[in-house]
């Protein structure tokens, strides 16, 4: 790791004293998941207490990635080498540098192993503990995290209202004529929006008896040939296993956002995976009023569909275990009606999803928080 000097520790702020200076470095501050999870966190931070600092390290900015510049006191999107870039955050003077999702860009463990401010934040855009001893905090949410979550992050961890982020919601659905063609008559339609990754093969299973209970037709995505027909592979064995014929499973070319939105209206039921559970696929159902059924999950990145349900106040869609999934999906893909009055309620309860602001009020107070004497 090149070293540098150690940056100077400010003295906290008082009445009438400097704003806090805080910085952001980022590969996805862009039309993306962790910029939709964690941008408010920037625009939404009063710049009468907070002196922004923003560094866009992608190679993709958007009419997001301008919005944010547009926000803040300071942004920079140059490509430099490493070492100039920390140098640059270096020079700064942060009082607290924020890592939106350090899991997800190799460079950033390496800007935070050379401890560029004297306080260091990671935030769930990587839903999964840094492991590193240079990183202070994670932010989390507390809907995410359970119980004695604690023992699973080398930082200490920080449990925000709700999910821990202010998404945004998505733009006004497009045509879903492609996936009302997919229906088979009078059977119902569900769909697993995941990249097709996060599917473990004992899900397959799970997935087999629901489809032979149910009689349903399920739709995935195709993210990459060699792992559709991987996957279609596996499914297909264990539909053949049951009796069920290979085209109770679709996988679909991946439509344009708006499309793709539409699409999700259509679907009776989105089937959530265990493990590592929807984020913004999740979001975007729930804004569609979708029901998804999901796992509770004993981590952060397994309960982030049961999180958004709890923040909702809609129940009925988190399964304790895998024969708890299969009955709870086949009883609703059974009775329109449930699923019906389950679509009704999300509508009316996704805003507490999009509109709540505690989640940015609780980050301002951390921040605040960090300044004060131990």
Not at 71 to 92: K, N, T
Not at 281 to 289: E, H, I, K, N
Not at 318 to 341: F, H
Request: overall charge negative; hydrophobic content about 45%; aromatic content about 8%.
């Amino acid at each position: 790791t090149p070293q540098l000097p150690p940056p100077p520790r400010p003295s906290p702020p008082g009445e009438g004293e400097q704003r806090i200076r805080v910085g952001f470095v980022s590969s996805y501050l862009r039309e993306h998941v962790v910029a939709r999870y964690f941008s408010a966190f920037i625009t939404g931070l009063d710049p009468a207490q907070f002196e922004r600092f923003v560094w866009f390290t992608g190679d993709a900015p958007d009419d997001r990635t301008r919005a944010i510049s547009d926000a803040v006191e300071h942004f920079e999107s140059d490509s430099v080498s490493l070492g100039e870039l920390a140098q640059r955050i270096r020079d700064a003077s942060l009082d607290v540098l924020v890592y939106p999702d350090i899991g997800l860009d190799p460079r950033q463990h390496v800007l935070a192993a050379m401890r560029l401010a004297p306080t260091q934040v990671a935030l769930a855009g990587h839903p999964v503990s840094s492991g590193s001893a240079a990183l202070d905090y994670f932010v989390s949410g507390a809907e995410l995290e359970p119980e004695g979550a604690e023992a699973r992050y080398r930082e200490t961890l920080i449990r925000l209202p709700g999910i821990g982020a202010q998404p945004w919601a998505p733009p006004a659905p497009g045509n879903g004529a492609w996936a009302a063609a997919l229906r088979r008559e009078g059977r119902p339609l569900a769909m697993g929006l995941q990249n097709l990754m996060k599917i473990p093969p004992q899900f397959d299973t799970v997935l087999a008896e629901i489809l032979a209970s149910s009689g349903a037709r399920l739709v995935c995505f195709d993210r990459g040939r060699i792992l559709a027909e991987r996957f279609r592979a596996r499914l297909t064995s264990a539909l053949r296993a049951r009796g069920v014929d290979a085209s109770a499973l679709h996988i679909e070319p991946v439509h344009p956002y708006a499309d793709f939105l539409a699409g999700i209206a259509e679907a009776d039921l989105i089937l959530d995976t265990p493990g590592f559970s929807g984020g913004g696929t999740s979001l975007d159902a729930f804004a569609m009023g979708t029901p998804t059924l999901c796992f509770e999950g004993r981590s952060a990145r397994a309960r982030q569909t049961a999180a958004m349900l709890r923040v909702m106040g809609v129940a009925g869609l988190v399964a304790s275990d895998s024969q708890d999934y299969a009955k709870r999906a086949t009883q609703l893909l059974a009775e329109p009606a449930s699923l019906d009055a389950l679509r009704v309620n999300i509508r009316r309860q996704a805003h507490r999803l999009f509109d709540d602001t505690a989640p940015v009020q609780a980050f301002a107070e951390f921040l605040r928080g960090t300044q004060r004497p131990a």
